[in-house]
């Protein structure tokens, strides 16, 4: 027998190992049976050179709890290893010293186990005890056993193993207990083993058994794992219900996919996989995290931003590369460089696949443009590499439904829809019925409506603002008709300065109270046939607000009132009859207001000019006085002439029920005034 202690410069790894591997103990089930696998491999690998002579027969690793002794087991048949090997590459653990090992690893067992290949001993996360009972491959060797309680302290001994290869067993720990139950193992083995290239078996089949009422293992082995998973396969092998049915198999509960990339690259690196887009609409972050990372056929993570670029994310599917280590951190994954070339491939298969859809099939792919639109606009936003590729294949889609790639768009408006600076103006919807009649009113103007009714589209089009030359985006209800694309100078209204601020004050006085919402009125000259009212908002007061839901720093915007514009139609007859009925009702009542108000302001201005001649400290508190007292009786005068025409106007059924239908039309018209609006309507019309 030998004894001796393990060859670590700490005092004692076991503690450090339970420590600071604990998030991640679950993982020793991983280290354990990747071990086994390849332990299996290198012994074909040497059969297949010839160095082996011998029948591999069955080489299944073999996973096993014996829940009364507290033990895992797993087995296989693989290479085994001789005292001299166990004295190598087990008992020499050589790192250095052990603050700069706890300061630079304690946030990470990856790290830990890959940096210094300590994937065996993750066995100590769970372990109070571990057992390696083992025999080489080689002719004439002997069966060793080597013992661990956690210290630093081993015993190796002679053993009894008929067969080559080796069994691991684990006496698991009184605080791990959940690792001895049947469910947890096969959760595990599911998660980390699915897919290695070794059968690796966990207890036996089972099947009905009509004697005893229950399920009862069968003979044969349970084996929990695809060891041929279909990104091994020659796409050239494959069928498209072949891929169908592999994403069933990763994603049971998922709709169909809409397609696929296979990816297979042998240079500048190894890469295997399989990514599928699937139907996206929104809920971005709910979508993540569905692509595996596997290293030769062993799970690594699902958390692969920074390993793929982040718009790939909302990608389904499966990467296997041998050159992404097996056991490294994600900050390490981030910043290698091989990690980021796999990167840049992957982004420019995508793009390639999106492109040669599009041009094989034009009519399937503007059918999944909906789903697709999503994941395209997150591309180009995220990615400037990948805007220069998608812009041939991303489209607009008008309110009509008709599909249009950038350039052909851009050659449909280029006719109609550039302003009197020669700016392209994009005109755009983004609730079809909700916004019918601004949609109507350009339509009749002979200008296309796109609809962007998407989760990123406003960003998006922030961003192909400042790739489209002399171009902008402005929404059909962000202004009237005639200013959303200005090709002459605005016709100028036939109403008096007095006229247009008493119209403006009798509809002002009126707007209701909304929360979070200001209006502004203003008197416009539209036409007789157009409109009498129509409510706008500011394109870009509007955008910004959207855009704070996207951007941190821009909360500023979000926290700021909608400003909605009520223009009135100075043309429109109803308006002109409000007007004249305004005249009419107030006329007597506001002529002492507005003589005594043009008096005071001219006093007021002429105040003001002789002490502007002055510094302020050469004012006197006479001056001052004379002055407050003059701005006082404005403002006094001023109160007067609102009140009078907001007394006119709330008793005024045409200027509620135009105010109202101005609101019922964007959806602000609810509950009490809504009600209101339907019984003076009747009124009305009796």
């Known amino acids: 027998m030998q004894k001796g202690n393990i060859g670590v410069t700490t005092e004692n790894i ?33 059969a297949q050179q010839g160095e082996f002579k011998g029948e591999l027969g069955d080489v299944t690793v073999h996973v096993s709890l014996d829940k009364d002794k507290g033990t895992i087991t797993i087995s296989d048949r693989g290479i085994g290893m001789t005292e001299e090997e166990i004295d190598k590459y087990i008992n020499q653990i050589a790192f250095s010293g052990v603050n700069d090992f706890l300061e630079k690893y304690k946030d990470n067992a990856n790290n830990i186990i890959g940096h210094f290949g300590l994937g065996f001993y993750s066995a100590f996360m769970v372990s109070k005890k571990v057992e390696i009972v083992t025999k080489s491959y080689r002719e004439g060797a002997k069966a060793v056993k080597w013992s661990c309680d956690g210290s630093p302290a081993y015993e190796i001994d002679d053993a009894e193993k008929e067969d080559r290869g080796s069994d691991i067993i684990l006496y698991i720990d009184d605080d791990c207990k959940e690792f001895l139950e049947k469910e947890r193992i096969q959760q595990l083995l599911t998660k980390y083993s699915k897919f290695m290239a070794v059968p690796v078996a966990f207890g036996k089949k089972q099947e009905w058994s009509s004697e005893k009422k229950e399920m009862v293992d069968t003979q044969e082995d349970n084996i929990i794992n695809n060891v041929e998973p279909l990104w091994t396969k020659a796409p050239s092998s ?133 789903d697709l639109k999503l994941f395209i606009n997150y591309g180009m936003l995220s990615e400037e590499t990948f805007y220069d590729r998608a812009k041939e294949f991303a489209l607009f889609k008008d309110v009509e439904g008709k599909y249009f790639t950038f350039d052909e768009y851009k050659t449909l408006i280029e006719g109609a829809q550039k302003d009197k600076d020669g700016n392209l103006i994009y005109l755009y919807a983004t609730e079809k019925e909700e916004q019918y009649s601004y949609i109507k009113a350009a339509q009749d103007k002979g200008y296309s409506v796109l609809l962007l009714d998407g989760q990123l589209d406003v960003p998006a089009i922030q961003m192909l ?12 209800d962000s202004d009237i008709i005639d200013r959303l694309i200005v090709k002459d100078d605005a016709p100028k209204t036939t109403l008096s300065e007095d006229e247009s601020a008493n119209l403006s004050q009798v509809f002002k006085s009126q707007m209701p109270k909304m929360e979070k919402t200001e209006f502004m009125v203003e008197v416009q000259s539209l036409g007789e046939n157009q409109r009498p009212v129509v409510i706008t908002q500011n394109e870009w007061m509007r955008r910004m607000k959207e855009m704070s839901r996207f951007q941190q720093g821009m909360n500023f915007y979000a926290q700021m009132p909608d400003s909605l514009n009520l223009v009135l139609n100075a043309d429109h007859p109803l308006v002109k009859r409000v007007l004249d009925d305004c005249k009419t009702s107030t006329e007597e009542t506001l002529k002492p207001i507005e003589s005594e108000l043009k008096g005071q302001e001219a006093r007021l201005a002429a105040i003001r000019q002789q002490q502007d001649k002055k510094k302020y400290d050469e004012l006197t508190q006479d001056d001052k006085d004379m002055k407050a007292d003059c701005e ?4 006094e005068q001023k109160h007067k002439k609102e009140e009078v ?39 009305l019309i009796k």
């Open 14 to 46: 076991f503690p450090v190992i339970k420590k600071f591997l604990y998030s991640d103990h679950e993982i020793f089930l991983r280290e354990m049976v990747s071990n086994a696998v390849d332990a299996t491999q290198k012994l074909k690998t040497l």
């Open 465 to 476: 603002e400042q790739k489209f030359e002399k171009s902008r985006f402005t929404r059909v």
């Open 645 to 683: 025409l907001s007394s006119f106007a709330a008793g005024n059924d045409i200027v509620h029920q135009l105010i109202d239908l101005a609101l019922l039309q964007n959806g602000m018209l609810k509950g009490e005034a809504l009600d209101k609006f339907l019984k003076r309507s009747v009124d």
């Open 238 to 370: 494959l069928k498209d219900e072949d891929y169908k049915k592999f994403y069933r198999e990763l994603y049971p509960m998922s709709d169909e996919p809409m397609f696929w990339i296979h990816l297979n690259v042998d240079y500048p690196f190894n890469l295997t996989g399989i990514l599928y887009f699937p139907r996206i609409k929104s809920n971005i972050d709910l979508q993540r995290n569905k692509i595996q990372l596997y290293c030769n056929q062993v799970f690594v993570t699902d958390q692969v931003e920074g390993i793929v670029p982040e718009f790939l994310t909302l990608l389904h599917g499966v990467i296997d590369s041998p050159d992404i280590p097996l056991n490294v951190s994600r900050s390490y994954l981030q910043s290698d460089r091989e990690v980021k070339k796999i990167s840049t491939y992957i982004t420019k298969k995508v793009a390639d696949r999106l492109q040669a859809i599009f041009k094989e099939d034009r009519k399937q792919y503007e059918e999944k443009w909906d």
């Open 632 to 635: 006082k009786a404005v403002e």
